[in-house]
């Protein structure tokens, strides 16, 4: 019978597993990698971080002692997160390997009108079989910058007027529309973000300092906080946008004095640093100002951010830079 069969098939085990043998191994690779990943997309998590920075250095480690299963992404996949990196090409494949949440932390910045939209449409598409009745809060982590306006009132709230035409304001404003919570929030520091560094770059001249007035922070542990209180009631969270603060107003003037005294300690001849110190000398002098703090009048912008943590029964831990 074999001899009915054309030479072509006449194939020798050696030769079948040499044939096996040359397999792009590469496919393999990628085939093994999907295989997981669909594996890992089945999976449920309380809270999905998309994008791992800074924040997750705090939000991670209050996670895990809270123990509220999370994931991550970076946009390279590293250190066990999810590769994704957001475009608005219709590429539901990265948002497919994501396992599902009950909270989808945006911590990129979302731009203009569309974005917002397809990224919470894209992940819910590829998410179907989970959220028939329970739906993901999104939250979108956001500056305070917007409410930075001519003619702005003394005490800003999460109520007070923002730059609406802000893009990034724009995409904010389409999340909460969809049911989605925005914190916009102030200067952050701790870990690598330390203001004592930043004295040189936004006061290296007499007449840049002159022009500092309030500064408003927040820390990360903070923001971790703010950020798992959310998710933990989101009945609360839901379509609303809040300012986050450390519920302090500094003025830079006085936060220059302190720094540069904590820096000039042991160095004795250091001419910028004591140079930093004159001017906030003069600049007193030269405006009247007795002592510092400045009032809140004379600092001309103040945030009031209480609402937030009143609303979630929370006062931050972090305050005094």
Request: aromatic content about 8%; hydrophobic content about 35%; charged content about 25%.
């Amino acid at each position: 019978m074999s001899d009915c069969l054309p030479s072509s098939f006449n194939v020798s085990h050696n030769s079948t597993l040499q044939i096996l043998l040359r397999l792009d191994i590469k496919s393999v690779e990628i085939m093994t990698e999907v295989i997981t990943q669909i594996s890992s997309a089945s999976d449920t998590v309380d809270l999905l971080i998309l994008g791992a920075g800074w924040t997750s250095t705090f939000l991670v480690p209050i996670l895990k002692e809270k123990q509220v299963s999370y994931a991550a992404t970076t946009t390279t996949g590293r250190d066990g997160t999810y590769k994704f990196k957001f475009d608005q090409r219709d590429n539901l494949d990265q948002y497919a390997i994501l396992p599902f949440a009950r909270t989808v932390l945006i911590t990129f910045p979302l731009v203009g009108t569309g974005q917002s939209d397809h990224l919470r449409k894209s992940y819910l598409r590829t998410h179907e079989e989970h959220n028939t009745n329970n739906s993901p809060l999104f939250i979108q982590l956001g500056s305070t910058g917007i409410f930075q306006i001519p003619h702005q009132e003394l005490w800003v709230t999460r109520h007070s007027k923002y730059d609406t035409s802000d893009k990034r304001a724009v995409a904010e404003d389409e999340l909460l529309a969809s049911g989605g919570c925005v914190l916009n929030l102030s200067g952050l520091w701790g870990g690598t973000r330390d203001p004592r560094h930043w004295i040189d770059r936004i006061a290296p001249t007499k007449d840049k300092l002159a022009e500092k007035s309030s500064l408003h922070m927040v820390h990360g542990v903070d923001v971790a906080r703010a950020i798992l209180n959310v998710h933990l009631q989101p009945n609360i969270a839901s379509g609303q946008r809040y300012m986050l603060t450390d519920l302090m107003v500094y003025d830079w003037w006085e936060l220059i004095l302190g720094f540069a005294g904590e820096k000039i300690e042991g160095r004795s001849g250091d001419s910028r640093i004591e140079k930093q110190i004159k001017w906030v000398g003069e600049l007193m002098i030269d405006n009247g100002v007795r002592a510092l703090p400045r009032s809140k009048e004379d600092l001309g912008r103040a945030y009031d951010s209480r609402e937030f943590w009143n609303s979630f029964g929370l006062m931050p831990m972090r305050s005094r830079v």
